[in-house]
Structures are given as structure tokens and as C-alpha cells.
T-cell receptor, first 112, second 118 residues
Framework: NAGVTQTPKFQVLKTGQSMTLQCAQDMNHNSMYWYRQDPGMGLRLIYY???????DKGEVPNGYNVSRLNKREFSLRLESAAPSQTSVYFC???????????FGSGTRLTVV | AQSVSQHNHHVILSEAASLELGCNYSYGGTVNLFWYVQYPGQHLQLLLKYFSGDPLVKGIKGFEAEFIKSKFSFNLRKPSVQWSDTAEYFCAVNVLGGLTGGGNKLTFGTGTQLKVEL
């Protein structure tokens, strides 16, 4: 089925390790997003890419970097993981404001 | 900045009971409104959305929501819940032109955990 694919689904990191979360969509959407979900806090926007070649900070960008590799792919990198980055990470894409988002299945990250 | 409030954090209902989940937003401009559902261990899925026109919108699985502009509200309803409706529900607001450089930012509420008991 068409949609948003995220890898990996689960990851455990030690403090200070780095990793990249991968996201790809096959719906030809222009915009892509990274959110983190924490209990009682809903979803918070980390970074977004309104179109290929552009990226911008969201509400909680500290400790993260992103790359919009092409129109399909938008990766999120943690350079030096911290326990505060333990969370569930969702990638999403959208075509226009009328259609909301299509979400990936999420990455559950634990930093110990 | 816009915000979204979901006042009910946890709701427990018996099967066949009626459901209403509250959602209020704080923005006076043009907005698009959404309800998403997240079943245990799964990603968020769109339940319904409002852009314009009839303020009563119907979504999947028997859910509906009413947009009341004067109250800045977009409450979710279902006449008779089922055990399979156990999930977390998120209200989201999209402010048109709300992101620098384009794109559309959805602002999410903190979610309501619904548990339906047999």
C-alpha cells in the first residue's frame, strides 16, 4: 500500500551514540514532517520540509538535524543521543493543507 | 501561537454508551480541523476533517464532529461506542499559512485516552 515508511521500528541507544531515522513516502507529497510523541504532551513538531530542498525548525529542534534527500525521503539524525530524547518518533507527509497528514508507523527510541 | 486543548485526558465508557470528546482551539483566523485516532501500538489515522461548509462532519467508523466557530470548538461524537474504539484520540488544527516557507503545520492536542469496557 502507498504510504509513509519509517525505519527502524525500535531502537535502543546509549547516551552519546548517534543514529539516523529514515522516512520515505511514495505519494509524491511535497511536505514532510518529523514529530515526537511523549505521554501527556501530544505530538510536537521537530523539523519539517515544506518542499524538496528546504528544511525548517519546528517547536523542539534542539539535538536533532534533518536532511531532505529528495522528494521521497526525509531523515532525522540524533548526533549525540540523550535520555530526554527517549520518545516515539513519527514521520508524516502532506500534499496540501486540506488533506491533513499521512503518518508513518513510528520509531520507538529508548536512550539509556 | 495557536494551541489546542483537549480537556478529557482519560475517558472510560461501557459498550453502547455515547461518546463526546471536547476540543477547543485558540486561533481566530481560518483553520482546518482534524480528528486522528491512534490504536494501541499503531500510527495515527485520520478519522475526519473539516474545511468549510456544513459544520457537522461525518467520518469513518460512525464518528462525527461539530464545528462551532463561536466557541472555537470541534467536539468528536459517537452515539454508541464499541470495545474496538479503545484508542487515543487527537484533535488537530491547521492554521493556513502557519509555517515559514510553506507547508502546513498541524498543532495537536495532548490526546484523550478512551477505554471502552465490555
Amino acid at each position: 500500500n502507498a504510504g509513509v515508511t519509517q525505519t527502524p521500528k525500535f531502537q535502543v541507544l546509549k547516551t552519546g551514540q548517534s543514529m539516523t531515522l529514515q522516512c520515505a513516502q511514495d505519494m509524491n507529497h511535497n511536505s514532510m514532517y518529523w514529530y515526537r510523541q511523549d505521554p501527556g504532551m501530544g505530538l510536537r513538531l521537530i523539523y519539517y520540509s515544506a518542499s524538496e530542498g528546504t528544511t525548517d525548525k519546528g517547536e523542539v529542534p534542539n539535538g536533532y538535524n534533518v536532511s531532505r534527500l529528495n522528494k521521497r525521503e526525509f531523515s532525522l539524525r540524533l548526533e549525540s543521543a540523550a535520555p530526554s530524547q527517549t520518545s516515539v518518533y513519527f514521520c508524516a507527509s502532506s500534499e496540501a493543507e486540506f488533506y491533513g497528514y499521512t503518518f508513518g508507523s513510528g520509531t520507538r527510541l529508548t536512550v539509556v | 501561537a495557536q494551541s489546542v486543548s483537549q480537556h478529557n485526558h482519560h475517558v472510560i465508557l461501557s459498550e453502547a454508551a455515547s461518546l463526546e470528546l471536547g476540543c477547543n482551539y485558540s486561533y481566530g483566523g481560518t483553520v482546518n480541523l482534524f480528528w486522528y485516532v491512534q490504536y494501541p501500538g499503531q500510527h495515527l489515522q485520520l478519522l475526519l476533517k473539516y474545511f468549510s461548509g456544513d459544520p457537522l462532519v461525518k467520518g469513518i467508523k460512525g464518528f462525527e464532529a461539530e464545528f462551532i466557530k463561536s466557541k472555537f470548538s470541534f467536539n468528536l461524537r459517537k452515539p454508541s461506542v464499541q470495545w474496538s474504539d479503545t484508542a487515543e484520540y487527537f484533535c488537530a488544527v491547521n492554521v493556513l499559512g502557519g509555517l515559514t516557507g510553506g507547508g502546513n503545520k498541524l498543532t495537536f492536542g495532548t490526546g484523550t485516552q478512551l477505554k471502552v469496557e465490555l
